[in-house]
């Protein structure tokens, strides 16, 4: 692939689904996530529906395309289930492992900023291990910052891991009212 093709991020359709797919169980694998044993890794079909019941919520689901190829894909999801939290979202990116320290994180992480602030919601709430510091910098860049570190909570490679939780504010965060019409999602 053309390193000086432009990287595009758009909503992810349908069509997206397998390369996404392919970019996850790689992480699993042999990335930051791997040694864990995966269970659980979504199928073409469920993954499908998780992006429609995501667009139907206003939650934001891209993708990374160079040269027509997805080379990363990010999301939201409710940070949790209860009314009260409404405002508030988590995020995951993950990047094909040949285009990692090309910039697709920082243009992924962007617009995820950009579409959930547009969507209305107030924090975005990140969780990352604590030994992937590329991932640390980068939402550092962004203006998250670390609110804690739950220690242990991840298993892999033969020891424990921890979790760092970051957050940072999207439009006016807490410092404004909310909305009549956002608040009645």
């Known amino acids: ?12 359709r349908d069509d997206d689904v397998e390369p996404m ?13 791997a040694g864990v044993e995966e269970t659980g890794t979504p199928q073409p079909d469920d993954l499908k529906d998780r992006r429609k019941n995501l667009r139907n919520r206003r939650l934001p689901h891209l993708v990374a395309t160079r040269g027509g190829e997805v080379v ?3 999301y939201v ?3 949790r289930k209860r009314p009260a939290y409404r405002f508030t979202v988590k995020h995951s990116i993950y990047v094909h492992h040949e285009h990692l320290g090309r910039g697709i994180g920082r243009l992924l992480m962007q617009a995820l900023i950009d579409a959930g602030a547009a969507a209305g919601f107030r924090q975005m709430i990140g969780y990352i ?5 590329a991932s640390l910098a980068l939402h550092e860049r962004f203006g998250f910052v670390r609110v804690g570190v739950l220690p242990g909570v ?7 891991s921890d979790s760092v939780m970051v957050q940072r504010s999207l439009g ?10 956002a608040s009645q999602r």
């Open 154 to 160: 991840a298993y892999r490679y033969g020891k424990w």
């Open 172 to 181: 006016v965060g807490a410092t404004g009212p909310v909305a009549t019409e």
């Open 77 to 79: 999801v409710p940070f």
């Open 129 to 133: 291990d604590a030994e992937n510091t």
């Open 1 to 12: 692939m053309d390193a000086d093709l432009p990287i595009f991020v758009r909503p992810s």
């Open 21 to 33: 797919l392919a970019i996850y169980r790689r992480h699993i694998r042999r990335g930051i996530e």
């Open 72 to 74: 990363g894909y990010a």
